[in-house]
């Protein structure tokens, strides 16, 4: 099945990607690129997921899927990645250089990717994406079923971010540009790749949910918003410190499975055991002195930058992608150990300081953020740029600056 | 020079440095004085323990002499006489009262002892925490 969705002669994107319906900010992020592209080419998504081959419609999307994923190897493999970046430099490349190890870990980022070859050519596209720096499989598709396609990289580089550029650094040299969803990932990759731009995060503040504060909080103005994970055991360590620091003062801990209140001391604790839909947890951010974001996403942060646009400073992890919005922006502070989650809580009952870091923190966000057609536009910038070295982008650059979102303003 | 009044970086230089400065020790278990003395052996309850056993007759000594002895004898046995039974009743309920008195006195004692054991846990349980903290890793960022 082959669908035609804009006229013949329309450009033509393949995106290639490990996880396309993942859900997580990754999945979500190649999503928005893809969207991005839609409105003047016919986008293909050539995904390692689903349960048998087969080329199926998402909305606008034509996708193809391999059915070549295997969730727990790829887990097995970061593991080890993330042990060897952790080593010193020259421990490193040695480790890196191994060569029955370095052809194990190529061959997890290979073969999902047999057979990508044939689609993609069968593709035709003037245009390749390739999601995830580490897709040693989709680089090889890309080039060898599209040698004349231009090359776009999504590097997806997730936090805690590895480099181990001994194995992949070869594979960026074809690379015509890149997209960067923090700055944290064009420093990595500014040295290797020479086109790149942080595109601006397509995520806009809802003044709905300023109107008034989430009904089951209402009664506690002031409070401290804790996000995590339900399903965390060490958690509970960390967030039993957190009402120890929120002392005399109101802690609502969000998780995806439920809601818990903790008020001031005299009340008693009060649980919803139900999921917190996207637009309440916004207004519980939006209303909270300070969110304490245990987990942020691992690309970017969302909640973390979606607190910050609602004019509440941030307090993260220091290994975690959200604290570059509150470095950059001085919109919150960061912890490495829990005294220093204690200071930074503490910190925040300063009103003064915390009104600073409000501020600040709405003014980066809401320059780091954008709406969907400003968002367009970015990537049409970068697809500008991408069609002065590659001659089999241009029509797709032309067509994309001719419509009203994708002018390059 | 930060372009932000408050930068985010300074202020937790600022939090690393009070915090650097600031001194806590916990509570050593072992300098849990038992500050308080016994309730049940005080003066007071002591007291009424000697004192408790009021009379039941009349005291010759307190009839006096001569004439004053021969009326007011006869009359003081037959008063404790019509008596009695009430006196019987409160000895009976001054026996109690201080029996109860004395459970209190010693109900106090076990829970003075009970805080001091409670402190000497908290005590311990604050240098398991001091550990806890000083080795802690840093957060897992991944989900």
Known sequence: MQLHLLPDGSSRVAVLTPAWSRGGECSWAVRQVAAALAGVAEIHVVTTEGAAPVERADGVFVIHELATADRGADLRRDAVLHRMDELPQPARDEVAGRAPLAEALASSLRDPWVGATEVVSTIKPDLVVVADFRQIGAFEAAHEGARRAALVLVPLATVP???????????????????YFTEGERTLFAARIEQGRVVSLPLSRHDSVLREPEPRVREWPGYVLALTDSDRASDDEWLELLSMACAGETLVIASPARLTLRPAAGHAPVRWDEPTRRHDLLRLMAWARATV???????????????????????????SSAREHAELGSGGLWFDELSGLLG??????????RDALAHQGAAYAQARCTTGPDFVASIARTVHDVARTSPQARTLAEQMAATPSGSLR | MSEHPIDSRELLQRIAARKANEEWTPLP??????????????????????????????????????WKRAILTPVGRLVFRVLAPYLRAERELLGQLVRSNDALARRCDELAREIARRQALEAENQLRLAAVLHRRDPIDPAR
Do not use: Q, Y
Request: contains cysteine; aromatic residues 4%.
């Open chain 1, 161 to 179: 971010r590895i480099a181990v550029l001994p194995l992949f650094g070869s594979l960026l040299a074809d690379v015509d540009a890149a997209l």
């Open chain 1, 293 to 319: 974001d245990l987990h942020p996403g691992t690309l970017f942060g969302r909640e973390s930058v979606e607190s910050l646009l609602h004019s509440t400073p941030i307090v993260v992890p220091a290994n």
């Open chain 1, 344 to 353: 930074c809580v503490e910190t925040m009952r300063d009103p003064a300081t």
């Open chain 2, 29 to 66: 278990p072992d300098d849990l004085t038992d500050a308080l003395p016994p309730m049940h052996t005080d003066a007071v309850v002591t007291a009424l323990h000697d004192r408790w056993i009021l009379p039941d007759r009349l005291s010759p000594g307190d009839a006096g002499r001569g």
